[in-house]
């Protein structure tokens, strides 16, 4: 148990709370607020979503002790102008029916009109692809925020935010100030200093981007660096040790193009990309550097990759050593928050190495069967990392029960 302060719609609250308790069962359970619905609970769907410190954010897949210190909104706290004329909008124009998504859509609305200046009905329907209707079919709900956007800037008020910062979950971009640091900051991923404009918009050159969140990762591979080194060189097996990863049209030595699948609940996203390829062979280094996005989802990532070879065991294996860089905007966001990515991106690294490793000791890509998954499903690996964390706690628990 941890005790946490929390202020919630104004009132502040101290707790004592399970480690494993998310914040929407939090906000449930211990203070009756039942307004915020749950209906995946694996980050999907938005049913939950609430403010944290004024930014939208999937209450279901945040730690309660993560929020300490922090203010949270629900939609019954939702009381200024914006909320009021939403919640009129969304009565006149029947965007609900049974309300099930209402309280996240409202959170999810009143973002975009604060901040949206003129938005048309693809905008819209982006940024609220966030949050799932299972009845009402999205016209009633486009057309109730379109009506609230338009009326505020018809009285002239003027979007809260018109300087490009992200939208959406916390998350799907770098709302600044919020994550550096802290509990939001997340313990395990290093967040790198905020971001000005959104990858979404993003056209600076790759010299002058900044990523997102930046993980490293270390493995050993049982074979000489020369060896790895080599293999690194070969586009194509490096991607068929990816799972999700593919290759399209021809490699060159410094540029790629490819494919990668990805797979979280019901969200399917396909990133098409490019990537350049840097590699320094005086001190077994590389670098890649690439984007892609998924017009489907509207989801994009911009990223980086360095890597570092290192003789281990007397030159007869190699320590790899890499430093991925990324920004991930849109729907696909939501899974790169919170201490779990970098689960997820351990075991990933680890897939990676025992292919990398196959294919090392049998030989040429022809002769095997492919290794890698047809796509990267998120939601699988997250519930593994869950599943490994709850059965570590339940282990904790029970050896202190035998000991006491
Ligand atoms: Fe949280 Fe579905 S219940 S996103
Ligand atoms: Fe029923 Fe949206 S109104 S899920």
């Known amino acids: 148990m941890a005790t946490v302060s929390i202020t919630i719609n104004g009132i502040g609250v101290e707790a004592e709370v399970e480690a494993r308790t998310h914040l929407a069962d939090f906000i449930r359970e211990h203070r009756n607020l039942t307004g915020t619905h749950l209906g995946c609970e694996h980050g999907v769907c938005g049913a939950c979503t609430v403010l944290i410190d004024g930014a939208p954010a999937r209450s279901c897949i945040t ?13 019954e706290g939702l009381e200024d102008d914006v909320s009021a ?18 309280p996240g859509m409202l959170v999810s609305a009143r973002d975009a009109v604060l901040r949206l200046p ?12 966030g949050n799932l209707c299972r009845c009402t079919g999205y016209v009633g709900i486009v057309r109730a ?45 290093h ?12 056209s600076r050159p790759l010299e002058e981007w900044r990523p997102q969140v930046t993980i490293e990762q270390r493995f050993i591979v049982h074979h000489p660096p020369e060896v790895v080194w080599a293999f690194l060189g070969r586009p194509e ?13 021809t490699p060159t030595e ?37 984007r892609g996005k998924d017009n489907r989802s509207g989801s994009a990532t911009r990223g980086e990759i ?56 049998n030989g040429s890509l022809n002769q095997l069967p492919p290794v890698s998954a047809a796509e990267l499903n998120v939601v699988t690996l997250v519930m593994s990392v869950v599943r490994d964390r709850i059965g570590r706690l339940l282990r904790r628990m029970l050896g202190q029960r035998k000991g006491t």
């Open 191 to 202: 967040v790198s200093a905020p971001l000005a404009v959104s990858a979404r918009r993003d």
């Open 254 to 290: 410094n540029y790629i193009e490819g494919l990668l699948r990805v797979r979280a609940g019901p969200i399917a996203a396909e990133f098409a990309g490019s990537a350049e390829i840097e590699r320094d062979v005086s001190h077994y280094a590389g670098m890649i550097r690439g």
């Open 306 to 361: 360095a890597y570092k070879l290192s003789p281990e065991a007397g030159g007869g294996a190699t320590r790899v050593d890499v430093t991925v860089g990324y920004t991930l905007t849109g729907m696909l966001a939501q899974f790169s928050r919170s201490g779990l990515i970098r689960d997820v991106a351990n075991r990933l690294t680890a897939a990676f190495a025992t292919n990398l490793e196959a294919r090392l000791a």
């Open 118 to 129: 003129e938005p048309d009905d693809r905008e819209i329907r982006v940024l609220l692809s």
């Open 63 to 75: 730690y309660a002790v993560a929020c300490d210190g922090a203010s949270i909104t629900t939609v």
């Open 237 to 249: 097996e490096v991607a068929a040790c990816l799972p999700g990863a593919k290759l399209v049209g």
């Open 145 to 189: 925020v379109k009506s609230v956007v338009a009326d505020r800037r018809a009285r002239g008020i003027a979007p809260a935010d018109a300087s490009g910062n992200p939208l959406g979950p916390v998350g799907s971009a770098h709302p600044a100030g919020r994550l550096t640091g802290g509990a939001r900051g997340g313990r395990t991923t």
């Open 85 to 102: 004329e939403l919640r009129d909008a969304f009565s006149r124009e029947h965007a609900l029916q049974c309300g099930y998504c209402t």
